[in-house]
């Protein structure tokens, strides 16, 4: 399933809004027949602070283990990648 | 008296008087003794006595009005010095170099004038990909500020303190971050009950430690290091408690210097 995660806000920051994020995130997924793995799309999203990327992306993890998450939309954007990398989450 | 990143430790005697503020030689305000300035306020918040002497020069105080440090002036209960810059008049054209003090009490408060930094960044000349990096340096020293401090604050003053500075003619960036906290020992000595004073408290949480025992975390201030250096070939200077920590590209100093309440956080950005 795909999440636009530009509909949790163009500025994503801090792990409090990650966290809460996170627990909206498992409220679709739970509610959703696609459950071949997890896309995260950053289409449009300005800026990805390591905090709520942290929070949020590993807080999903935990819960999916058995998921495969992969990221869409961050080809245009240095700084969520750049995010991402930090976090080793991509290379 | 240009009150930049050195000045203001040069004449921190001139200026700070017991519970007087004293201004009046100063000319201008860098954003970071501008933080300062903000914090020594608070501290003295609840002084009976407590005086904000105004800079003598007009100029200065136009300047000082346009950061709207008067609503600061305000909150904190200056009011001869409020009135004060309320004769003053400000010339209606804005200076885009120049961003307003800002204090966010609560994290809520932060996030939602996060996206304005994106704005005065890409106004201040950085490209849009330089803006969106330096909004989230900016929003990870904010962050600090609101996980380290919820439910622990010193004194009834919360939040932060932003003030940022456009200096077109060098291309640089100053942006200080601070906060009327506990400041990095207070956050890490549970964590870290070996750690002797600030200068080591501040290094460690350099180092990527966190004082949120139990958590994983502490990437924050790693990347804001690496980013400010790396992309930006910054500074980033951190003033907590009595110690003062500068990291650039010749690596790191640290030094003791007057003690504040709480922290200031400045990455200092050079951009082509």
């Known amino acids: 399933m795909v999440f636009q995660m530009i509909k949790f806000g163009n500025i994503l920051n801090s792990r409090p809004a990650g966290h809460e994020a996170v627990l909206r995130a498992k409220q679709i997924i739970n509610g959703s027949n696609d459950l071949e793995g997890i896309v995260l799309d950053f289409s449009a999203v300005e800026v990805l602070t390591p905090s709520f990327a942290d929070e949020f992306i590993k807080g999903l993890k935990e819960i999916y283990q058995d998921k495969k998450i992969t990221f869409k939309g961050i080809e245009n954007n240095q700084v969520t990648k750049d995010t991402l990398a930090s976090l080793g989450l991509i290379n | ?272």
């Open chain 2, 1 to 272: 008296m240009n009150l930049d990143f050195n000045n203001f430790y040069k004449n921190i005697d001139k200026i700070v008087k017991g519970s007087t503020i004293d201004l009046s030689k100063v000319e201008f305000v860098h954003p970071w003794s501008m933080v300062m300035i903000c914090l020594l306020l608070i501290e003295r918040k609840s002084d009976s006595n407590k005086k904000l002497i105004l800079p003598s020069e007009t100029e200065t105080n136009t300047y000082l009005k346009r950061m709207r440090f008067d609503k600061i002036l305000s909150e904190l209960g200056y009011h001869e010095a409020k009135e004060g810059l309320d004769k003053v008049q400000v010339p209606g054209r804005n200076n885009i170099n120049i961003h307003e003090v800002m204090h966010c009490y609560y994290r809520d408060e932060f996030n939602a004038r996060l996206g304005r930094f994106i704005t005065m960044f890409k106004n201040f000349g950085l490209n849009e990909s330089d803006a969106q990096r330096a909004t989230a340096l900016v929003g990870e020293l904010g962050n600090n500020v609101f996980d380290h401090n919820l439910g622990n604050w010193p004194t009834t003053v919360s939040g932060c303190i932003i003030a940022a500075q456009h200096y077109p003619t060098t291309h640089t960036i100053e942006i200080a971050v601070g906060d009327p906290g506990v400041g990095f020992y207070g956050s890490l000595k549970a964590a870290f009950p070996d750690v002797i004073n600030d200068i080591e408290a501040i290094k460690l949480g350099l180092a990527g430690n966190t004082g949120r025992i139990g958590e994983i975390r502490g990437n924050g201030l790693k990347l804001i290091q690496r980013w400010t250096l790396q992309n930006f070939a910054g500074i980033v200077m951190i003033h907590s408690g009595n110690g003062l920590v500068i990291v650039d590209k010749s690596g790191m100093k640290d030094t003791k210097v007057n003690k504040i309440l709480g922290t200031v956080a400045q990455f200092v950005i050079n951009y082509a």
